[in-house]
């Protein structure tokens, strides 16, 4: 009987590490299938509109609203001269505006000898342009606010659903007056996560039904013209 026990308890754990392992794999399909397809803009598009339909559209739009955040900061820090992280990166990486050393290394270049004219007109044409566009360090901030306000804080136009705990963490670096990258990153993957989970799994399902209603569709056409034929 003690063998026996044994020997199903050893079959169970073995089947239940299995079907872990395949959820694993399950998710990380699924993971890799969504950023493939909201790495282009038609892409994003698409799965917004899905997003509509299921009434989850806040998820989507707050994903890139945090992606525009990053590009925005990650502006101003190359702008200042202040190192920045990827979106992957746990280092805080503060828009501290006004820090940093600023000095450019064609600048050496300059006093050493002197641009090119075609140099120098290309240098003043990407500053101004990086001037219309950079955000100053109270825009930023302002930036952040109107994501938390929208999107995390109670009764927002398109609140989110995270853990208090990451709602809390967010207000605390909003509070603390300095703009950081990556201040809202853990929110973004748990809401990847979840679009990953739930959302793109039925969009999935349904590009695979309007494909099949669409293949049926021509299909019987191709039949009445053979009949007619």
């Given at each position: 009987?003690?063998?026996r ?8 754990t073995?089947a239940s ?14 993971d890799?299938?969504l950023?493939?397809l ?6 994003i598009n698409s ?6 339909r299921e009434f989850?559209y806040e ?5 890139c609203a945090?992606n525009?955040?990053h ?5 101003t820090c190359v ?6 992280t990827?979106?992957s990166?746990?280092?805080?990486a503060?828009?501290?505006i ?7 290394s064609?600048d050496?270049?300059?006093g050493?000898?002197?641009?090119q004219?075609q ?20 825009e930023?901030?302002e930036?952040a606010?109107?994501i938390?306000?929208?999107y995390?804080?109670?009764e927002?136009e ?6 208090q705990a ?5 207000r ?6 300095k ?6 990153d853990k929110a973004?993957?748990?809401?990847f ?11 999935l399902s349904?590009k695979?039904k ?6 049926n569709?021509r299909?019987r056409?191709?039949m009445r013209v053979?009949?007619?034929?």
């Amino acid at each position: 009987g003690g063998a026996r026990s044994s020997a199903f308890r050893r079959i169970s754990t073995n089947a239940s590490d299995s079907d872990g392992e395949r959820r694993r794999e399950v998710t990380m399909s699924l993971d890799a299938g969504l950023c493939i397809l909201l790495s282009t803009q038609d892409g994003i598009n698409s799965f917004s509109e899905h997003c509509v339909r299921e009434f989850s559209y806040e998820n989507i739009r707050f994903w890139c609203a945090v992606n525009d955040f990053h590009a925005e900061v990650d502006l101003t820090c190359v702008e200042e001269g202040i190192p920045s992280t990827s979106s992957s990166s746990e280092t805080d990486a503060v828009a501290d505006i006004g820090g940093g050393d600023t000095t450019d290394s064609a600048d050496v270049e300059k006093g050493a000898g002197g641009r090119q004219p075609q140099q120098e007109q290309a240098q003043q044409e990407q500053e101004q342009t990086d001037a219309i566009d950079k955000l100053s360090e109270s825009e930023l901030q302002e930036y952040a606010r109107e994501i938390f306000e929208v999107y995390i804080a109670t009764e927002g136009e398109l609140q989110i659903n995270i853990p208090q705990a990451m709602v809390n963490e967010i207000r605390t670096a909003l509070e603390s007056g300095k703009v950081r990258r990556n201040m809202f990153d853990k929110a973004q993957r748990e809401i990847f996560g979840i679009m990953s989970r739930d959302s793109y799994p039925r969009y999935l399902s349904t590009k695979r039904k309007s494909q099949s209603l669409f293949q049926n569709s021509r299909s019987r056409r191709r039949m009445r013209v053979s009949a007619i034929g």
